[in-house]
Nanobody, 128 residues
Framework: QVQLVESGGGSVQAGGSLRLSCAAS????????MGWFRQAPGKEREGVAA????????SYAGAVKGRFTISQDNAGNTVYLQMNSLKPEDSAMYYC?????????????????????WGQGTQVTVSS
């Protein structure tokens, strides 16, 4: 049984940093595509960052580029999202998700609709 579990969310003031973790059981991120998504109340779930772990190719939403960094551990069981210079508009529930490598070539919309495995989310709140 595959499980993805996010952690590391919390409340922080604008300009602060958080590092989210996504731990997998029954699944390895190695050779696959994984992504971080977020959803604020009343808004659609949107892609934030993605990584095709074979080769380390990454992609970011324009709103977070230069502030967020996606990475993984060597074992391929945990993926991270380092979030710096946080803004109030970054406040949302953050989810990790994963699927086969080819999803990373399709963009966030493709990943969002096609990823089979999703975590339960971790809340990030940024105050001004």
């Amino acid at each position: 049984q595959v499980q993805l579990v996010e952690s590391g969310g919390g409340s922080v003031q604008a300009g602060g940093s958080l590092r989210l973790s996504c731990a997998a059981s029954g699944y390895t991120f190695n050779g696959n595509c994984m992504g971080w998504f977020r959803q604020a109340p009343g808004k659609e779930r949107e892609g934030v960052a993605a990584m095709r772990t074979a080769g380390g190719l990454t992609s970011y939403a324009g709103a977070v580029k230069g502030r967020f960094t996606i990475s993984q551990d060597n074992a391929g069981n945990t993926v991270y999202l380092q979030m710096n210079s946080l803004k109030p508009e970054d406040s949302a529930m953050y989810y990790c998700a994963a699927g086969p490598s080819f999803f990373c070539a399709g963009g966030f919309g493709t990943m969002r609709s096609g990823f089979r495995y999703w975590g339960q989310g971790t809340q990030v709140t940024v105050s001004s």
